[in-house]
Protein backbone atom coordinates (compact mmCIF):
# COMPACT_ATOMS: atom_id res chain seq x y z
CA UNK A 1 0.00 0.00 0.00
CA UNK A 2 1.32 3.53 -0.96
CA UNK A 3 1.56 6.36 0.71
CA UNK A 4 -1.71 7.80 -1.73
CA UNK A 5 -3.76 4.61 -0.27
CA UNK A 6 -3.13 5.05 3.49
CA UNK A 7 -4.20 8.79 3.13
CA UNK A 8 -7.11 7.88 1.19
CA UNK A 9 -8.10 5.01 3.92
CA UNK A 10 -7.73 7.60 6.46
CA UNK A 11 -8.86 10.78 4.71
CA UNK A 12 -12.35 10.20 6.30
CA UNK A 13 -10.59 9.74 9.89
CA UNK A 14 -10.30 7.45 12.96
CA UNK A 15 -12.15 5.73 15.53
CA UNK A 16 -11.68 3.94 18.98
CA UNK A 17 -11.62 0.25 18.98
CA UNK A 18 -14.86 0.61 21.02
CA UNK A 19 -16.52 2.68 18.25
CA UNK A 20 -16.19 0.32 15.72
CA UNK A 21 -17.36 -2.78 17.44
CA UNK A 22 -20.17 -0.55 18.35
CA UNK A 23 -20.78 -0.11 14.52
CA UNK A 24 -20.23 -3.40 13.82
CA UNK A 25 -22.61 -5.28 16.52
CA UNK A 26 -19.66 -7.13 18.21
CA UNK A 27 -16.90 -7.07 20.87
CA UNK A 28 -13.70 -5.08 21.38
CA UNK A 29 -11.79 -7.97 21.32
CA UNK A 30 -13.85 -9.11 18.14
CA UNK A 31 -12.00 -6.35 16.51
CA UNK A 32 -8.75 -6.70 17.71
CA UNK A 33 -8.66 -10.48 16.03
CA UNK A 34 -9.42 -8.90 12.89
CA UNK A 35 -6.51 -6.59 13.46
CA UNK A 36 -4.25 -8.99 13.95
CA UNK A 37 -5.59 -11.38 11.08
CA UNK A 38 -4.73 -8.70 8.99
CA UNK A 39 -8.38 -8.44 7.79
CA UNK A 40 -8.91 -4.65 9.53
CA UNK A 41 -5.81 -2.16 9.19
CA UNK A 42 -4.79 -0.02 12.02
CA UNK A 43 -2.93 3.05 12.93
CA UNK A 44 -1.31 2.80 16.62
CA UNK A 45 -0.56 6.54 17.65
CA UNK A 46 1.82 6.60 20.88
CA UNK A 47 -0.05 3.35 23.26
CA UNK A 48 -3.95 4.21 21.26
CA UNK A 49 -4.86 2.07 18.41
CA UNK A 50 -7.51 3.66 16.22
CA UNK A 51 -9.31 2.06 13.64
CA UNK A 52 -9.83 3.87 10.03
CA UNK A 53 -13.87 4.64 9.77
CA UNK A 54 -13.78 3.93 6.12
CA UNK A 55 -12.12 0.47 6.50
CA UNK A 56 -14.80 0.06 8.97
CA UNK A 57 -17.67 0.94 6.48
CA UNK A 58 -15.78 -1.57 3.43
CA UNK A 59 -15.59 -4.28 5.87
CA UNK A 60 -19.11 -3.83 6.71
CA UNK A 61 -20.54 -3.39 3.37
CA UNK A 62 -18.01 -6.31 1.77
CA UNK A 63 -19.82 -8.64 3.72
CA UNK A 64 -23.45 -7.64 2.93
CA UNK A 65 -25.75 -10.74 2.39
CA UNK A 66 -28.72 -10.77 0.42
CA UNK A 67 -31.08 -13.73 0.16
CA UNK A 68 -29.68 -16.33 2.76
CA UNK A 69 -30.19 -19.48 1.98
CA UNK A 70 -31.90 -21.21 5.26
CA UNK A 71 -30.99 -24.80 6.02
CA UNK A 72 -33.37 -27.83 5.00
Same mark, same amino acid.
Given at each position: ???????????? %?????? +? #???? *? %? /? !???? @??? *?? #???? *?? !? /?? @??? !????? @????? +? *????? /??? %??????
Amino acid at each position: MNTVDKQELVGD %GLERIS +E #SARF *L %G /V !SRSF @IYS *LI #SRGI *LP !S /VQ @IGR !SRRVP @IKAVR +E *LAANN /VVH %GASQPA
